[in-house]
Each structure stands twice: as C-alpha cells, then as structure tokens.
C-alpha cells in the first residue's frame, strides 16, 4: 500500500510502498478515503532529532475518515465496510480521562511518549496519508453514515479541536446582563479551524461572532460561513471588535493563531470577566502578573483537540448541514506538494488528501 512516510527527522516526507497492515487482537484496518493535512503535520515533519517522542520512520496523518476493512479477532465497535471518522487522540484507554472519552487528556501520556508508543495516528503510530490504517481498537472509530468522507476526515480534527475550545467557553456566551448587545466572541485566524469555529458558534450559540484575520479573503470566507461582522487585522482593530461589542468588549476570544500579536489583540479586546481560549500554536507569549495590565477576572485556557462526546456532537452537526467543511482536495501521490501549498499559506479551508 502507498504511505506518506517521514522516514528520518528532517528528510522530506515522501510517498512511499509499505506492506499493509493486518489487524490482531480488537485492531481495526481502515481503508483511507480522505486524510486531512494539519498545521502539526508541518510541526512534525520540521521537528529535529530528540523533538518528539517518535521514533521514525512512520507514516504521517492524524485527521482520518474511511472505511472498516478488517477486523481483529477481537475488534469491537463498526462493522466490515462501515463508514467511519477515527478519534484521533489514542490514550492508554483506561485512566481517569481515557474512561471518560477524553483520550486528548490521557494522563498517562508521559508514559506513552517515553514508551515511543505514540499518541495518535501520524503521532509516533503510522497514520493515515495512506491507503490503510491499523487503527489499535474499535473505540477510537466513530460511524459517520453517508457523509462525504473528504467532510467527515477534517471533522477529527480541525473540526473536533474548535468544538472542544467552545465547548470550554460556552458559559460566557449567554445573554449579558441587563439586556442590550448580547454576548460577543470573536475569532482570530479564519483557516481550517477558524471557518469551522464561526459555524459551531452560529450553530450552537447565540452569540454574536466577529472574525479576524490577515487576509481578505479569510474574512470573506468567515462572513460567507455566518460571521455577523469580520475585519482584516489594523492598529485600531481591538477598538473597532470593543465598539461592535457594546463598549464593554468582548465576552470571549478563540485565538486560532497564537502569536504574541493576537494574544495582545485578544485581551485588549475583552471585557472583564472574560474568555481567552488559546488554540493555535503560534508560540506566542503573554505575561500573566498581578498587579498588570490584563482584565480583571480574565480565564485563560489552552484547549487541546477534543473528546470523543465532543466528536460526536461535530459529526451530528454536519451530517445535519448546519457545519460544511471549505476543503482543497490533493490526490494521496501529490503529498508533498499538497504539503508545500500548506506552509506556503496556500490553502483555502482545509486541505484534504483522497486515495487517487
Ligand atoms: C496533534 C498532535 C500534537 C500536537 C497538536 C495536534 C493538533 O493538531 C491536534 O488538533
Ligand atoms: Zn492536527
Ligand atoms: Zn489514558
């Protein structure tokens, strides 16, 4: 079977022919029908010797959707050729946060990377910018019906990891108090998960959403998806999103980008007692100091990925219409430069590789 392979810490991912795997025990083959490419595969493809706790070569690909190809002796969950999106988080299967579905948080984590057992698909484990995957059991197979698997692979990850940061601030987007403007969230950087964060929050809450972003055309897309309002990133932009808001400022920030910028956007934009989820992986820093210049009551969190639960409710909301993923399609045997338009900035929405 033909695999997108990093075979050594900073070679270039390359396409290669793998034996294909045959599931034992409660594993699970999945015949790939579409794979996202995420801004961590590029983290991952760039990492030096000792960065991360894989051990190469292994194949890339953390954002699944297929079909059930083969089951284990033991395999629980789908059936032979049901459709699925794979749970991307793969934990130790049993702690406090595994037994809850919430494999994202697994706290044996530590142990796993020490282990070099992986983490996930494309994660220390072969992933699936394949034709196959071994996926190690049933429960990290969720059944998708008849959605589109180009739609259905995103939802694993892009989609999963902007559900689960609004899920965390949800409670601060109820009406305000004393009537006027209701609650106000804006988004920073409308990508891959931005554009999906828009229509989860058109779809599940009330409030009203402001996107932000460094390209016109982000911003299109954002209001085109269900943004009340969006603006290209200015030296006035806090002041413009806080009039928007009703003076007060803004409940809460999904910042998508994680630069020292959008961190600084974010808090001087939001109101006491607000929100800032931070999301992407910009690197960016922001100092927390008491006495300081950051808002009274600000809670800050740093969402990683999602729950299984969380999985659930996103595919129930694109299987209803109300969530549509903007994707590029690439054929599997042009990985490497579907790879290249990404970290050129060169993708619209999500880039997603199918078996071609
Ligand atoms: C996955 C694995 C490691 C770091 C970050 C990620 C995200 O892409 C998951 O959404
Ligand atoms: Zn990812
Ligand atoms: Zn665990």
């Known amino acids: 079977m033909r695999a997108v392979r990093l075979t050594h810490w900073g070679g270039p991912p390359v396409v290669a022919e793998v034996e294909r795997p045959t599931p034992r025990g409660e594993e699970v083959l999945v015949r790939v029908e579409a794979a996202g490419l995420c801004g961590s595969d590029l983290h991952v493809i760039s990492a030096g010797p000792g960065a991360l706790p894989y051990l190469t070569p292994f194949t890339l690909g953390h954002e699944v959707a297929g079909r059930v190809a083969e089951l284990g002796p033991d395999a629980t969950g789908p059936r032979t050729g049901e459709r699925v999106v794979v749970y991307g988080p793969w934990g130790c299967g049993w702690c406090g946060h595994c037994s809850a579905g919430a494999e994202n948080y697994c706290d044996r984590r530590s142990a796993l990377d020490a282990a070099h057992t992986g983490t996930g698909a494309g994660l220390g484990r072969d992933g699936g910018l394949a034709d196959f995957l071994l996926v190690p059991s049933g429960r ?170 969380d999985l659930e409710q996103v595919v129930a909301l694109a299987r209803s219409g109300t969530v549509r993923v903007e994707t590029e399609r690439f054929p599997l045997s042009r990985a490497p430069e579907a790879i290249e338009t990404l970290r050129s900035g060169g993708v619209r929405g999500r880039a997603v590789l199918v078996p071609e």
């Open 140 to 309: 990290l197979l969720l059944p998708v019906g008849d959605l589109d698997p180009t739609q259905a692979a995103p939802l694993s990850d892009a989609g999963l990891t902007s559900y689960h940061a609004i899920a965390g601030i949800r409670h601060a987007l109820g009406e305000t108090e004393g009537g006027g403007v209701g609650a106000s969230v804006v988004v920073v950087g409308i990508g891959g998960l931005g554009h999906l964060a828009v229509q989860i929050l058109r779809a599940t809450t009330s409030a009203q959403v402001l996107a932000v972003d460094v390209r016109e055309e982000a911003i299109a897309l954002a209001t085109d998806r269900g943004a009340h309002f969006g603006t290209v990133a200015r030296t006035d932009t806090a002041d413009v999103l806080r009039k928007r808001a009703g003076g007060a400022g803004v409940d809460a920030v999904l910042d998508f980008v994680g630069t020292s910028a959008t961190l600084r956007l974010a808090v001087d934009t939001l109101r006491a007692d607000g929100e800032l989820a931070l999301v992407g992986s910009g690197g960016g820093e922001l100092t927390v100091r008491k006495p300081g210049a950051l808002p009274p009551g600000l809670r800050i969190s740093l969402p990683f990925w999602g729950t299984r639960p």
